[in-house]
C-alpha cells in the first residue's frame, strides 16, 4: 500500500495491544548505572529501596535482563479503556508545510489525564494495591502525571498524596482540582507540612518550586506514613518499561501499514515518553536490525542533554532520593521563572543518557517561543490543540520537514504527541499575548548548578 492510501488514523485493534512490556536495558551492551546510596556510594539493593518503593517495582528498577515484563490482566483491562491510541498521519501538516517528508504522530492525550503518564501511573497504582498498601505519595509540576496516579489511585481503591509545584499550583487550578474529583489530596511544594519543605522555604524564601523539591517533600511523606510508599512518574528505570507500550503500539501499526520510520522524536523531561517511544525501534538498532535517527527535544532553557555533565547526582534538591548517573544541570538547578513549557527536570532517566552517551541518540534544545510557534501550526492544521512538552516534538519535526523540503529527501518522521494542553492556557495567553520571552541559561548560571553535583567518580 502507498503512503497516501493508507488511513489517516491507524487504530490497533483491542486484541493487537501489547502484551508484555519490552525492557530495553536487556539488549543494551552498556547498562544504565545503577542508583547508589548516597552515604555509602554502593548500589542500592532490594532491601535499600523497600522503604520507599514498592515491592514489585523495585524487581522491574532492578532488572537490566529479563527483555519482556508480562503486563497484569488489572493493568491490560485498563489499558483498554484508552488504548491503543491512534497513529495519526499529519497530512494536513504536511500540506501546509508542502513538504515531500511524511510525518506521524502517536497521540497520547485521549484519557482525562491528556497525558501517556496514565500509562505508568496505572500499572505503579497495580502494584501498591497488589501490595496491600494504603496509599502512595508524589511530585507533579505541570499536574499531568498527579492527574494520571489520582485517576489509578480511584480506580484501585488507594489513598493519593500529591506535592505539586507551587509555580504551577497556582497556575493551574483547574488541574488541581481534577486531581482532587479523584480523591487526591493536593499540597504546593514547597509546603510547611515536611522537614524538607520547610528547609527550602527558609534558604530560599518565595521560591516557586521545583520537582525536585515537591520529590523530597513526597518522600518524606511515605517514610513517615505506614502503609505509604513513594511513586515516580518519569525518570525512572520502571517507567520507562510501562512506557514502552506506547513504542510497541507505533511499532505494531508501522508493520501492519509497512511504514519505515527514519526518523523518531520525542520531547524530553524525564526521559519516559521517548524511552517508551524509542524502545522497540532501539532495540532493533542495539541488535544490529534495523537503523533508525532518534532525536531528544528539550527547552533551550532547562537543557540537561545538550548542556548538562554525566555524573552521578542527586535526583532531588532536598538530597533524600538515592543518587542517579545521568545527564543532570545539578540538583539544585531551577529553570528561570519566565520558562512555561515544562520539561523543567534538571536531570534525566539513566537509561536515555547512557544512550546518549553511547552516541545512539541525538538531542537538541529549542527556545520556548518558537515551541509556541510550532504548536500554533499544529493546532491549526492537524485540530489537536497539543501540550508545551509535546510541542517541542513538534518544533523538531517540523524543523527536520523543512529540511527534507530543501533536500528533496522522503523521510518518515513519528514524533510522540504527549498530550493536550486544555490546562496550559497561561503559557498559550503569554504566547498569543506576545509577551512570552525565551531566556537561555549562560555558562554563568548553569556553572551554579553544575557546583551542586557531589564529586563522584563513578
Ligand atoms: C510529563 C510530560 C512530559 C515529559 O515527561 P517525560 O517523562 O520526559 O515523558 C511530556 N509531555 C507531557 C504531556 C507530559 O505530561
Not at 236 to 264: F, R
Not at 345 to 366: N, W
Not at 423 to 446: C, H, K, R, V, W
Request: glycine share 8%; aromatic share 10%; with cysteine.
Amino acid at each position: 500500500m502507498s503512503i497516501n492510501d493508507m488511513p489517516y488514523k491507524i487504530y490497533l485493534e483491542e486484541n493487537e495491544l501489547p502484551t508484555s512490556w519490552y525492557n530495553v536495558r536487556a539488549d543494551m551492551k552498556n547498562k544504565p548505572a545503577p542508583l547508589i546510596h548516597p552515604g555509602t556510594l554502593e548500589p542500592l539493593k532490594f532491601e535499600d529501596m523497600q522503604p520507599i518503593f514498592c515491592d514489585e517495582l523495585i524487581k522491574q528498577e532492578l532488572d537490566d535482563n529479563t527483555r519482556e515484563i508480562k503486563i497484569p490482566d488489572e493493568v491490560l483491562n485498563f489499558y483498554k479503556m484508552y488504548r491503543p491510541s491512534p497513529l495519526t498521519h499529519a497530512v494536513f501538516l504536511e500540506r501546509a508545510l508542502n513538504t515531500p517528508a511524511h510525518i506521524f504522530y502517536k497521540f497520547e492525550g485521549n484519557n482525562t489525564s491528556g497525558s501517556h503518564k496514565l500509562n505508568s501511573a496505572i500499572a505503579q497504582a497495580y502494584y501498591a494495591k497488589k501490595q496491600g498498601l494504603k496509599g502512595v505519595t508524589t511530585e507533579t509540576g505541570a499536574g499531568q502525571w498527579g492527574t494520571a496516579l489520582a485517576m489509578a489511585c480511584a480506580f484501585f481503591g488507594l489513598d493519593c498524596k500529591v506535592f505539586m509545584v507551587k509555580v504551577s499550583y497556582e497556575q493551574k487550578p483547574f488541574r488541581r482540582e481534577v486531581m482532587r474529583t479523584y480523591g487526591a489530596d493536593v499540597t504546593p511544594s514547597p509546603s510547611m507540612n515536611t522537614e524538607i519543605g520547610k528547609k527550602i522555604n527558609a534558604e530560599h524564601p518565595g521560591t516557586t518550586g521545583s520537582l525536585g523539591c515537591a520529590i523530597s517533600e513526597a518522600v518524606e511523606v511515605a517514610l513517615k506514613s505506614e502503609g505509604y510508599r513513594y511513586v515516580l512518574g518519569s525518570v525512572l528505570n520502571q517507567v520507562l518499561l510501562h512506557q514502552s507500550v506506547i513504542g510497541l503500539e507505533t511499532s505494531a501499526a508501522c508493520k501492519k501499514y509497512n511504514i519505515k520510520p527514519d526518523v523518531i522524536i520525542g520531547c524530553a523531561g524525564g526521559g519516559s515518553n521517548l524511552g517508551g517511544l524509542i524502545a522497540p525501534f532501539m532495540g532493533e538498532k542495539l541488535r544490529g536490525e534495523a537503523d533508525y535517527k532518534f532525536i531528544a527535544v528539550e527547552p533551550a532553557s532547562c537543557p540537561s542533554f545538550t548542556r548538562g555533565k554525566f555524573a552521578y547526582d542527586f535526583c532531588d534538591t532536598g538530597k533524600v532520593c538515592p543518587m542517579a548517573k545521568m545527564y543532570t544541570l545539578g540538583h539544585d538547578f531551577i529553570p528561570s521563572a519566565n520558562h512555561a513549557g515544562g520539561l523543567r527536570y534538571h536531570g534525566m532517566s539513566s537509561v536515555l543518557s547512557q544512550l546518549y552517551h553511547d552516541g545512539l541518540m541525538e538531542a537538541r534544545s529549542v527556545e520556548q517561543t518558537k515551541v509556541f510557534e510550532a504548536a500554533e501550526q499544529f493546532a491549526r492544521t492537524e485540530g489537536i490543540l497539543p501540550a508545551p512538552e509535546s510541542s517541542h516534538a513538534i518544533r523538531v519535526a517540523i524543523d527536520e520537514a523543512l529540511k527534507c523540503k530543501e533536500t528533496g529527501e522522503e523521510k518518515t518522521i513519528i514524533l510522540g504527541l504527549t498530550g493536550t494542553g486544555y490546562f496550559d492556557m497561561t503559557a498559550y495567553e503569554q504566547f498569543n499575548n506576545g509577551t512570552m520571552s525565551d531566556y537561555i541559561p549562560t555558562d554563568s548560571d548553569l556553572a551554579k548548578g553544575f557546583a551542586t553535583i557531589p564529586n563522584i567518580n563513578k
